[in-house]
C-alpha cells in the first residue's frame, strides 16, 4: 500500500509560480512511475507530467512544457512539480500518482494510488 499526500496549492496571479510536493509514504518500494494529473471543473482528469525512478525519462504534456519541471527525491519519499509562468488555464486540483511499472504512460488508468489532490487558482 502507498499513501500519498499534495501540498503547495493555493491561489497566484497569472505569470506566478508555485510549487507542489507530494509526501510518498508505505511500500516506497513499489514506486516506478510517478505523476501529476490535473481536473478542473466539468472536464476530464488530464496529464500532467510523469517522471521515472532516478528522475530518469522526464515527460510533459504540450501545453506546460517548457513552463513546468517535474522531479522527484533520491529517497523515493517525495515527487515535485516547480509551475512557473502560470495561466489562468492552470486552475485547476493537481493530483500525484503512481506507478508500479515503468510502462505508465499520459492515462489516469495507468496508475495504482492516487492523492487527494490540491487547489491551484491563477487569477488573470
Known amino acids: 500500500q502507498v499513501q500519498l499526500e499534495e501540498s503547495g496549492g493555493g491561489l497566484v496571479q497569472a505569470g506566478g509560480s508555485l510549487r507542489l510536493t507530494c509526501t510518498v509514504s508505505g511500500h516506497v518500494y513499489a514506486l516506478f512511475t510517478m505523476a501529476w494529473f490535473r481536473q478542473a471543473p466539468g472536464k476530464d482528469r488530464e496529464f500532467v507530467a510523469r517522471i521515472l525512478a532516478n528522475n530518469y525519462m522526464p515527460e510533459y504534456s504540450d501545453s506546460v512544457k517548457g513552463r513546468f519541471t517535474i522531479s522527484r527525491d533520491a529517497g523515493e519519499t517525495a515527487l515535485f512539480l516547480q509551475m512557473s509562468s502560470l495561466k489562468p488555464d492552470d486552475t485547476a486540483v493537481y493530483y500525484c500518482?503512481?506507478?508500479?511499472?515503468?510502462?505508465?504512460?499520459?492515462?489516469?488508468?495507468?496508475?495504482?494510488?492516487w492523492g487527494q489532490g490540491t487547489q491551484v487558482t491563477i487569477s488573470s
Open positions: 500518482s503512481v506507478s508500479e511499472t515503468a510502462t505508465a504512460k499520459q492515462s489516469p488508468s495507468d496508475y495504482n494510488w
